[in-house]
């Protein structure tokens, strides 16, 4: 299933079998180097910790709530030794400016694309001032930097001579086509 993730956020967090809501959706860990969603932070309910973290490999079930086999998957951010380094690293993606290789500015990321099977960004989504871009895709990105994430130059148009002559005789075989039985009169 593919979702954009701002239609995510909100998203009630359950137990499998629960009735129970564990918390809410508040945000996204995206890998800059691999387009990898890590987890998503879970503004909790009741009297625990109020951000949590969920990894994305302990959601069982996607829909109109994520769904875990166990609550206990859910724990702080800063008790994952594994996304340590990630959390403690200044690139973002949700944000941040795009640029392209020459420079142009293409505007922020504001929303990306999951793909829910296999946890992969496919798609981001820019906004310069109150307008939405177009959507690129995670292929066209080349590096994601402190500063901006860094983009393929779009296709440019070649240049074709000037003056080009067309050679005589180069649409002679359109010319002998039959009329699709159609007579001239």
Request: some cysteine.
């Given at each position: 299933?593919?979702?954009?993730?701002?239609?995510?956020?909100?998203?009630?967090?359950?137990?499998?079998?629960?009735?129970?809501?564990?918390?809410?959706v508040?945000?996204?860990?995206?890998?800059?180097?691999?387009?990898?969603?890590?987890?998503?932070?879970?503004?909790?309910?009741?009297?625990?910790?109020?951000?949590?973290?969920?990894?994305?490999?302990?959601?069982?079930?996607?829909?109109?709530?994520?769904?875990?086999?166990?609550?206990?998957?859910?724990?702080?951010?800063?008790?994952?030794?594994?996304?340590?380094?990630?959390?403690?690293?200044?690139?973002?993606?949700?944000?941040?400016?795009?640029?392209?290789?020459?420079?142009v500015?293409?505007?922020?990321?504001?929303?990306?694309q999951?793909?829910?099977?296999?946890?992969?960004?496919?798609?981001i989504?820019?906004?310069?001032?109150?307008?939405w871009?177009?959507?690129?895709?995670?292929?066209?990105?080349?590096?994601v930097?402190?500063?901006?994430?860094?983009?393929?130059?779009?296709?440019?148009?070649?240049k074709?001579?000037?003056?080009?002559?067309?050679?005589?005789?180069a649409f002679?075989?359109?010319?002998?086509?039959?009329?699709?039985?159609?007579?001239?009169?």
């Amino acid at each position: 299933m593919h979702v954009r993730f701002s239609s995510c956020i909100g998203l009630p967090l359950m137990e499998e079998g629960v009735e129970g809501v564990l918390g809410t959706v508040s945000g996204i860990l995206i890998h800059p180097d691999t387009a990898y969603v890590e987890g998503f932070f879970v503004y909790g309910s009741g009297h625990g910790p109020s951000n949590l973290f969920v990894s994305s490999m302990d959601i069982s079930r996607w829909g109109t709530r994520l769904y875990v086999r166990n609550a206990d998957v859910i724990a702080p951010a800063d008790d994952r030794i594994r996304l340590q380094a990630l959390l403690e690293d200044n690139r973002t993606v949700l944000g941040q400016k795009i640029v392209t290789e020459s420079g142009v500015r293409v505007g922020r990321c504001k929303d990306v694309q999951i793909n829910t099977d296999s946890m992969h960004i496919e798609w981001i989504f820019p906004k310069k001032c109150l307008r939405w871009g177009v959507a690129l895709p995670v292929s066209e990105v080349i590096e994601v930097t402190v500063a901006a994430i860094i983009i393929k130059d779009r296709l440019k148009a070649e240049k074709s001579p000037k003056n080009a002559k067309v050679p005589r005789g180069a649409f002679a075989e359109l010319s002998d086509a039959p009329l699709a039985g159609r007579t001239s009169q």
